[in-house]
């Protein structure tokens, strides 16, 4: 189940099971939003982004869900594996005029992915 | 290569030491950037290198210099800093007009003693 608390938001799934993980984003003029996965001893990684003009993207086991009405972000792994057990952080960006990312990338508080065999 | 590098993996310095964190691609990259990272917290963003020039620092204290040598290298010299200092330090690199797609490093485990 998932909980949130003092600590970071924790999400324990069985293996194969679907995962959901929520974030909710502060920043209604953002342009990108951004999941990234960061395991232990590792830094971040890049797993999929979302343009602020769409509400679904899919890629490779993994779904990003865009609701700007409620400034809300998900990520759905399905199938979940062992290897997907990390702290997941949503984030946003801003795109400078005329195209160009600022780069500037704020990130959620995280949630805890632990996937058991 | 798409890895982004990090040396040293470890350092534990004191007050008064003066000592440098590195960082190198070889991506083609030409945006790069600094974090910090307590633990059990996100990365906060401490600077932003686009072609080179420093473009974005984000009210960081002076105690931290970056610097950019060339398009693969970023540096970050260290002088006086505190034991709250103490965090992980990661690097990484983009596209620059593909800022949220960043390809980081493992990231230097600081200790201030």
């Known amino acids: 189940g998932e909980s949130v608390g003092l600590h970071l938001p924790t999400l324990s799934v069985q293996e194969g099971d679907n995962s959901i993980i929520n974030c909710a984003y502060s920043n209604s003029a953002s342009d990108y939003f951004i999941w990234y996965k960061q395991e232990s001893g590792k830094g971040p990684q890049f797993i999929i982004d979302?343009?602020?003009?769409?509400d679904k993207r899919q890629g490779q086991r993994v779904t990003v869900l865009l609701n700007k009405t409620v400034k809300h972000l998900s990520l759905q792994i399905a199938a979940t594996q062992p290897g997907d057990s990390a702290v997941y952080f949503c984030?946003?960006?801003?795109?400078?005029?005329?195209?160009?990312?600022?780069?500037?990338?704020?990130f959620g508080q995280g949630t805890i992915l632990t996937v058991h065999p | 290569d798409t890895e982004v590098t990090q040396t040293p993996k470890h350092l534990v310095m004191g007050m008064t030491n003066k000592k440098s964190l590195k960082c190198e691609q070889h991506m083609g990259h030409r945006a790069m950037y600094w974090y910090k990272q307590k633990a059990k917290k996100p990365p906060e963003l401490m600077f932003v290198y686009s072609y080179e020039k420093l473009s974005i620092n984000e009210s960081v204290p002076s105690r931290f210099s970056p610097e950019c040598p060339n398009s693969s290298l970023l540096n970050l010299h260290l002088h006086a800093l505190q034991p709250e200092d103490s965090a992980l330090y990661l690097c990484?690199?983009?596209?620059?007009?593909?800022?949220?797609?960043?390809?980081f490093g493992p990231g230097t485990r600081l200790t201030v003693t």
């Open positions: 990484a690199s983009s596209f620059r007009d593909r800022g949220y797609e960043q390809y």
């Open positions: 984030a946003e960006n801003m795109v400078r005029a005329g195209g160009t990312s600022y780069g500037k990338l704020t």
């Open positions: 979302i343009r602020s003009n769409m």
